[in-house]
């Protein structure tokens, strides 16, 4: 079992510690709502069922079966990702290109919508939010936004940086080493 498996496996035993529920039980309950969108999910485990972030983020996830754990295969997960948005294809492949060289210590978790990149804990996330832009949420602490670098905002409530790509050209050292640095906090 590797550390993600292991990671999961831990939420999916704290929820049932926490909650006195299983994670199937909270599947079917979040079935019954009839809430399809991630987001509603996760509102809605959070305020009527005083869920953490992670573990409402994780059950919407497996409700849904948009988690790498969940998929049959997880390449599909990613080439969904870039259906009709296949320009961005190329800025996903260099960034990947690049954090592949940071250790081989990285785990990578496809989901529906993004990938996210973890070592001990989640360091990045590449997301193709509309047919010409990839958002690239980081995590770093005590790093102040710049012009390139902004807050996260709205974009993710799991990261602290958000950096907005177009093109391959856009994948600079400055933004890989933005992207060291959140996977250096993640050891």
């Given at each position: 079992?590797?550390?993600?498996?292991?990671?999961?496996?831990?939420?999916?035993?704290?929820?049932?510690?926490?909650?006195?529920?299983?994670?199937?039980?909270?599947?079917?309950?979040?079935?019954?709502?009839g809430l399809k969108k991630h987001g509603e999910i996760v509102k809605f485990l959070k305020t009527e069922h005083d869920f953490t972030h992670g573990f409402a983020n994780m059950v919407?996830?497996?409700s849904k079966g948009s988690d790498a754990?969940?998929?049959?295969?997880?390449?599909?997960?990613?080439?969904?990702?870039?259906?009709?948005k296949e320009s961005l294809r190329p800025v996903?492949?260099?960034?990947?290109?690049?954090?592949?060289?940071?250790?081989?210590?990285?785990?990578?978790?496809?989901k529906n919508a993004y990938v996210s990149l973890r070592r001990k804990k989640q360091f990045a996330l590449i997301q193709p939010s509309t047919k010409t832009r990839l958002d690239i949420g980081l995590n770093i602490k005590g790093k102040d936004p710049g012009s390139r670098l902004e807050a996260s905002g709205s974009f993710s409530a799991m990261c602290?940086?958000?950096i907005r790509?177009?093109?391959?050209?856009?994948?600079?050292q400055e933004v890989i080493k933005w992207i060291k640095e959140a996977y250096d906090q993640a050891g």
């Open positions: 079992m590797n550390s993600i498996e292991k990671a999961e496996q831990t939420m999916i035993e704290n929820i049932v510690k926490n909650t006195g529920k299983s994670l199937e039980t909270w599947i079917e309950i979040v079935r019954k709502s919407a996830h497996k754990g969940s998929a049959g295969d997880v390449q599909q997960l990613i080439e969904k990702q870039y259906e009709n996903y492949e260099k960034i990947m290109e690049a954090v592949q060289k940071f250790g081989n210590d990285i785990e990578i978790a496809p602290t940086h958000r790509m177009e093109t391959p050209d856009e994948v600079d």
